[in-house]
């Protein structure tokens, strides 16, 4: 009887040496769950402005490359799950487009070449479809992790407030606010309202990173940005009379709304397409990432 509860005692110690282990492995991530990130790289514009088709369309094909610019941005991740983790982020983008490097005749004479200042506040949604990496193997001394298994990727949707200023190359060579001056002739008898700078974003991205140690990651992100406005070029109707823009705002003002460069004047004259207002901007960024998790409580530190 003796010898069977003795048996019975070590087969329920053996179990929970096995249990405990990975109950506690299964529980590390919660040590992990905060984390500081940040990116940069380059930003793309698809607008009235510029584009790489002669007839030009509203699709990601239509992006012309020579107008890449920098973008840059931070941001703070809570996990929920070790699967699933939401997502404040802040961001700034430069975005640019010009006329000049168009294939379409018409937009080459219509000559805008404008850079647009955009800062976006967003809360985002990650779900990790390969999961994310909790530094399991990278804190047991001796284990060497296949290079595969430090590899964890994920899409990300979210909502956020974007805010952003376009400026225009005047003749002086120096940029200018476009908003203020009301270059579709905002503000004028017969002329739409001033646009507001503020808009509704949802980013929609996929990325993909690497986990270097137990809390520092490197990566790469996608993200394009859903807009609701047609302004983010300050391009959207058609053009006002030149004269009145620049009686009532300045002279500034009545080129800015038409730099046309004189190959056919006519195309550019009040009532003519200036841009296409059923198709609202989009822009995207991919950036290089780094991430680093902050730990909760004493360090985990294995005992063998």
């Given amino acids: 009887m003796l010898t069977t509860m003795t048996f019975k005692r070590n087969i329920i110690f053996l179990l929970l040496l096995g249990i405990i282990p990975l109950t506690s492995t299964a529980q590390r991530w919660k040590k992990y769950r905060m984390e500081v990130g940040g990116g940069i790289g380059p930003s793309f514009f698809l607008c009235d402005v510029g584009g790489y088709k002669d007839v030009p369309s509203n699709n990601i094909s239509d992006i012309n490359f020579k107008s890449t610019r920098m973008a840059m941005g931070g941001n703070f991740s809570y996990f929920l799950r070790q699967d699933m983790a939401v997502n404040a982020s802040l961001g700034y983008a430069m975005l640019t487009a010009k006329d000049e490097f168009a294939a379409n005749e018409a937009r080459r004479n219509r000559n805008f070449n404008i850079r647009t200042h955009a800062f976006e506040l967003a809360i985002n949604y990650r779900y990790f479809f390969i999961k994310d990496k909790f ?56 002329g739409p309202d001033k646009y507001k700078r503020l808009s509704l974003v949802v980013p929609i991205g996929v990325g993909a990173r690497f986990a270097v140690t137990s809390q520092l990651s ?32 300045g002279e500034k003002a009545g080129y800015l709304a038409d730099p046309n460069d004189g190959t056919n004047p006519t195309w550019t004259g009040a009532g003519e397409r200036r841009g296409g207002e059923k198709n609202k901007d989009f822009y995207g960024t991919f950036m290089f990432t780094a991430n680093y998790k902050i730990l909760k409580g004493k360090s985990f530190k294995p005992r063998f």
């Fill in 135 to 190: 530094g399991h193997a990278f804190r047991l001394r001796g284990t060497k992790a296949p290079i595969l298994s430090a590899i964890s990727s994920y899409v990300t949707l979210g909502v956020g407030a974007l805010y952003f200023n376009p400026t225009g190359l005047h003749s002086d060579g120096k940029y200018y606010a476009l908003q203020p001056l009301g270059t579709e002739g905002q503000g004028l008898p017969g």
């Fill in 218 to 249: 490197v990566g790469a992100e996608f993200n394009a940005r859903v807009t609701f406005t047609d302004y983010l070029d300050d391009v959207s109707t058609v053009y006002y009379d030149n004269k009145s823009i620049s009686d009532a705002y």
